[in-house]
């Protein structure tokens, strides 16, 4: 459904190469979920275990899909 439009990336925040993204996306806790514009803008970010509907629904959210 997201395939021409979003790119999911999971880091590793165990590793030292991750520390950037750690401090960058205010990490908290595992695992975490956060929404990126292009730029580096975060537009949301969750922490803890979600519901596919909920993680669907920022993102049709942010890309201005309706629901």
């Known amino acids: ?3 021409d439009t979003v790119e ?5 925040i165990d590793l030292p190469e991750s520390a950037e ?3 960058k996306y205010r990490f908290v806790g595992q695992p975490q979920f956060v ?3 292009p730029d580096g803008e ?3 970010s969750r ?3 979600q519901q596919f509907e909920r993680l ?3 993102l ?6 309706d629901q």
């Open 56 to 58: 669907r629904d920022d």
């Open 35 to 37: 929404i990126v514009k």
């Open 60 to 65: 049709n959210q942010v890309l201005g899909i």
């Open 47 to 49: 922490n803890g275990y």
């Open 8 to 12: 999911f990336e999971l880091i590793n």
């Open 42 to 44: 975060v537009l949301v």
């Open 1 to 3: 459904m997201y395939k």
């Open 21 to 23: 993204a750690k401090q």
